[in-house]
């Protein structure tokens, strides 16, 4: 599906003149300035005209852009960009510009289907990755190991062992056209409730939906034009009763090894009494006192070289643990750890995260007296604030903020509600999760943004110190809805 950039920019310039505009054109204007210095005013007028000829809505065009931006095989030049603005202003005064919204195919474009319907496209896909018996070479392609067939007494799926994982089974691929998932090991949740094939590609490539078939595509060396003959296909082997009873299977399965991962966590969590603070969370500006307080406990292991820390996730109204998360605790350099087998970070099999709050339950006092909540991605975000006696925050583990998560903030009925996610956030994204907020009951929503570029791009505001901190909450910004 790749192509060289030259094919691209010489449509590019077969459109400017013979004067003809294409959503395809526009999108990628829009993306070249999305990563330039530009305009707000101008990229709203060019989104506009893409509405006015075409037939996508604004959702479809940010994530549109957003897959042209992650994708690197396509190429605007700095004068074509010119010419086209040039190109666009003059249309928008005289009307005099045709419109053919297909003159740059989709098929130019790397993380496009020229049908424009990712949902149509991946049955279409899903199908013709079955019939022509490519499960396998996928699994591979993702770095899953141990793959193995099952057939015979009514079984036809493969199983196989997670990247970096230990269980040689934890993968279950049936083997029909909806190619159903199952991972026992891994949550796959956040991307969908009824996990495929293209469900195990977005977990592990952390990729979007479209960008997940545009990753199958291109891996598979799959174009349009083979997924043709497959765009009515509906022989799917289970019919909805199948499906039905695969998704109870599922949830039945994920329970059970959910609670037996709890349980052994909690057991090697309940082996140590040592709740003192290492040298270098203590660096980082968290105290032993804070560690007590939230229950964090080190645990020594044999290997002289890293302990852990166990840091338990609270449900966020009951208080019962119902997850223990595990950060190693060692001097050597990410590059040593990795080479010994060393994970950095490991969290309970099965906990969502998506319906829970880190720190809810700790701080709920301060918060509703305050009437003030600041929303960090990470739990040390939380621990560091709370230090320097700020026990507003709260962490929702990761910068995805859910529909559960935003409803329970909501629910705390305060006064403002501020985002302060990492650094390399966009503040596009920030400000979807501020209307989310907003279309949820919360009063005022506010986020921190770096204007000052006090942070590293991956810092958390917290990472600078209090004094950076205080300046880049007093410089926050009220959301106003658009």
């Given at each position: 599906?790749?192509?060289?950039s ?13 004067k ?9 204007l ?129 199983t ?14 049936y ?14 949740s ?20 479209n960008n ?6 291109g ?7 083979d ?6 296909y ?25 609670e ?54 609270r ?45 809810l339950?700790?701080n ?5 007296e ?56 966009h ?20 986020y ?7 942070l ?14 205080r ?12």
């Amino acid at each position: 599906m790749a192509i060289k950039s030259g094919t691209l920019r010489r449509k590019i310039d077969e459109s400017i003149d013979k004067k003809i505009i294409s959503n395809n054109l526009l999108l990628l204007l829009i993306a070249y300035l999305k990563q330039k210095p530009a305009n707000n005013d101008k990229l709203k007028k060019y989104a506009d005209l893409l509405l006015l000829y075409g037939r996508l809505d604004k959702g479809q065009i940010i994530s549109k852009v957003h897959s042209i931006k992650a994708d690197n095989n396509y190429c605007m030049s700095e004068g074509q960009a010119d010419r086209v603005i040039t190109f666009i202003d003059n249309a928008l005064k005289n009307k005099s510009v045709r419109y053919n919204r297909y003159y740059i195919k989709d098929s130019l474009l790397k993380c496009y289907g020229s049908k424009g319907n990712y949902k149509s496209s991946a049955k279409a896909l899903k199908a013709y990755i079955y019939n022509n018996d490519l499960i396998e070479l996928i699994l591979e392609r993702l770095n899953c190991t141990e793959i193995v067939l099952h057939r015979g007494q009514g079984d036809n799926y493969y199983t196989a062992c997670n990247p970096n994982g230990d269980r040689n089974n934890a993968v279950k691929v049936y083997c029909c056209e909806r190619l159903n998932v199952i991972n026992y090991t891994r949550n796959l949740s956040k991307y969908s409730d009824m996990p495929d094939i293209i469900t195990l590609v977005q977990y592990y490539k952390q990729l979007d939906f479209n960008n997940a078939v545009g990753w199958l595509q291109g891996t598979l060396k799959i174009s349009d034009d083979d997924l043709e003959s497959y765009d009515n296909y509906s022989d799917y082997n289970y019919n909805n009763d199948d499906i039905e009873e695969l998704r109870k299977e599922q949830k039945e399965k994920q329970r059970k090894q959910y609670e037996q991962a709890l349980n052994k966590d909690l057991k090697l969590y309940n082996s140590s009494t040592d709740y003192s603070v290492c040298d270098k969370w203590f660096k980082e500006g968290i105290i032993t006192s804070i560690t007590k307080r939230f229950g964090i406990k080190t645990i020594i292991t044999s290997d002289k070289h890293y302990n852990y820390a166990a840091m338990p996730i609270r449900h966020y109204e009951s208080g019962e643990i119902i997850a223990i998360s595990f950060r190693v605790l060692s001097d050597l350099s990410d590059t040593d750890l990795e080479m010994f087998g060393i994970s950095k970070y490991r969290i309970t099999a099965g906990y969502n995260k998506r319906e829970n709050i880190y720190g809810l339950f700790e701080n709920k006092q301060t918060i509703i007296e305050k009437g003030q909540a600041v929303i960090f991605e990470a739990e040390k975000s939380v621990l560091k604030r709370a230090t320097i006696q700020d026990n507003t925050g709260l962490a929702i583990q990761g910068h995805n903020l859910t529909d559960k998560q935003a409803e329970i903030i909501a629910s705390l009925d305060l006064n403002e509600v501020i985002i302060a996610f990492d650094k390399d956030i966009h503040e596009e994204e920030i400000c979807s999760f501020c209307q989310m907020l907003i279309n949820k009951g919360c009063r005022t929503v506010s986020y921190i943004l770096d204007r000052d570029n006090l942070l590293d791009e991956k810092d958390s505001p917290t990472d600078k110190g209090d004094r950076n901190y205080r300046q880049l909450f007093d410089n926050r910004i009220k959301y106003t809805v658009s």
